[in-house]
């Protein structure tokens, strides 16, 4: 019985300190101010696992065909790369501006901090999920709301192929016909 | 007084949002249409079993098809055309059309 009532404080003393933080207004939810150490590790962590097992069992096409570059090359210029960036580009006012920053898509995954994809598949898998179903108060949008998955996986090759391409390739590439 | 405020009131918001909106280039915000620049394009160092020389290649053969139906008048020296000829030309052809009428 005491361990009972033990536990009801507890639990008491948690909702109403969750309460207190939520009403009082003390949280900084300002994106030009970073979180924590821990805040970050935690919401990261807790980010790139769902991802991880969202996009597991689903399976990736060929994306070896050259009009998929053409086709995912013009909507990731236009829906991606004011935040993603394109070769030769270091920063721009979303990738400056956007918290979390959003990773720069034309260098290789390998120096993604915290946004590491894994091998090719995996990386490709992680890659259509997120542009498809978009990541919840980062600013990423879901793209499978207004674009069906051949155009998904088609911006998905691009990126693929996105951190070897000189700012000339990029440029044919992405120009609207 | 009064006007002052008011003044103040509309002048004062109005330079800061200005001040803000000149902090960056505003080009940054321009999307604009391109057409390829296929000029760059360096046959001799591409793989042409690479998809994306051969996505390149694409582009640019849609892009050079598509312009030999329309002339580019944004290309055009305008200063290299002999406008003199022109009008000879536009003379001779109405001579001609005259010619024509009068044969009828």
């Known amino acids: 019985m005491k361990i009972f009532k033990f536990l009801l404080l507890l639990a008491a003393l948690g909702v109403g300190g969750g309460a207190t933080v939520m009403y009082s207004g003390i949280v900084n939810v300002a994106a030009d101010e970073p979180h924590s150490d821990l805040v970050f590790w935690l919401l990261e962590q807790t980010r790139e696992n769902s991802i991880k097992k969202a996009a597991q069992s689903i399976e990736v096409p060929d994306l070896s065909d050259p009009e998929l570059l053409l086709t ?21 006012d979303m990738s400056l501006g956007l918290y979390p920053v959003p990773p720069n898509l034309a ?30 108060a980062s600013g990423m949008p879901a793209w499978g709301k207004t674009h069906d998955d051949h155009r998904i996986w088609a911006m998905v090759a691009f990126i693929k192929r996105l951190p070897t391409l000189t700012p000339e390739q990029y440029q044919v590439l992405t120009a609207i016909e | ?82 406008h003199s000829k022109m009008k000879k030309d536009e003379h001779k052809t109405k001579k001609k059309d005259d010619q024509n009428e009068h044969n009828h």
Not at chain 2, 23 to 42: I, N, T
């Open chain 1, 72 to 92: 995912g090359g013009a909507d990731y210029e236009y829906m991606c790369s004011s935040c993603h960036l394109k070769p030769d580009q270091i920063e721009s």
């Open chain 1, 107 to 136: 260098v290789s995954g390998e120096s993604h901090k915290g946004n590491e994809q894994g091998d090719e598949i995996e990386s490709a898998r992680k890659h259509f999920w997120v542009i498809k179903h978009g990541i919840k």
């Open chain 2, 1 to 82: 007084m009064k006007n002052f405020r008011k003044v103040a009131f509309i002048v004062i918001p109005a330079i800061t949002l200005s001040i803000s909106a000149t902090a960056h280039d505003p080009k940054l915000h321009v999307k604009k249409a391109e057409k390829a620049d296929c000029s760059k394009m360096d046959h001799s160092k591409m793989d042409m079993k690479d998809p994306v020389a051969i996505a390149m290649m694409k582009k640019c053969m849609k892009q050079a098809e598509k312009s030999k139906g329309k002339m580019d008048h944004s290309k055009m020296d305008h200063s290299k055309m002999d």
